[in-house]
T-cell receptor, first 113, second 113 residues
Framework: QQQVKQSPQSLIVQKGGISIINCAYENTAFDYFPWYQQFPGKGPALLIAIRPDVSEKKEGRFTISFNKSAKQFSLHIMDSQPGDSATYFCAATLQTGANNLFFGTGTRLTVIP | ETGVTQTPRHLVMGMTNKKSLKCEQHLGHNAMYWYKQSAKKPLELMFVYNFKEQTENNSVPSRFSPECPNSSHLFLHLHTLQPEDSALYLC????????????FGDGTRLSIL
């Protein structure tokens, strides 16, 4: 069973628009929810992360919204730029034991000028 | 520069060959990981090492053999691979086994003929 489900698979947004990527998780014990950004030919890089004691975290144009009761979290990219075109992965983990990161399947974002 | 270096970046091998992937981290971390990234699938955790000791093996076939001689270096030895093993293999590290974030290398693109 997939622990983290991510949608949409791909997303096309106009420059200046808002990109929204959604994730849902299964395990209520998860306590750390990162988003990774991956450019072609590169490894994933941590973009922003949230813990379940807050409902929102903002860093520049990137915001995570977290809904603990619905077991959902989302990434919002404000004022999307062509340089944001990449694949985005949500993930979840329980910060004890083996530190397994459970990843979503990724969203390929294309921002058109 | 992510602090995690993987070599080679690309590898083509036949099913009967033996090759090794190398990962080196320059971050002073104590935990290292191997992941497999296939198209349209979540990143799959393969192995976890904490202070050179293997702490996780996610039911990976024995044709993949990891080695961690010290906290800075991680190898993945490959032998008699199958075509379905073609993928991007990513190495990551973190400060400790239960600490985030994980820092990823840029991966080795492996193609099995």
């Amino acid at each position: 069973q997939q622990q983290v489900k991510q949608s949409p698979q791909s997303l096309i947004v106009q420059k200046g628009g808002i990109s929204i990527i959604n994730c849902a998780y299964e395990n209520t014990a998860f306590d750390y929810f990162p988003w990774y950004q991956q450019f072609p030919g590169k490894g994933p890089a941590l973009l922003i992360a949230i813990r379940p004691d807050v409902s929102e975290k903002k860093e520049g144009r990137f915001t995570i919204s977290f809904n603990k009761s619905a077991k959902q979290f989302s990434l919002h990219i404000m004022d999307s730029q062509p340089g944001d075109s990449a694949t985005y992965f949500c993930a979840a983990t329980l910060q004890t034991g083996a530190n397994n990161l459970f990843f979503g399947t990724g969203t390929r974002l294309t921002v058109i000028p | 520069e992510t602090g995690v270096t993987q070599t080679p970046r690309h590898l083509v091998m036949g099913m009967t060959n033996k090759k090794s992937l190398k990962c080196e981290q320059h971050l002073g971390h104590n935990a290292m990981y191997w992941y497999k990234q296939s198209a349209k699938k979540p990143l799959e955790l393969m192995f976890v090492y904490n202070f050179k000791e293997q702490t996780e093996n996610n039911s990976v076939p024995s044709r993949f053999s990891p080695e961690c001689p010290n906290s800075s270096h991680l190898f993945l030895h490959l032998h008699t691979l199958q075509p379905e093993d073609s993928a991007l293999y990513l190495c990551a590290s973190s400060q400790g086994p239960a600490e985030q974030p994980q820092h990823f290398g840029d991966g080795t693109r492996l193609s099995i003929l």
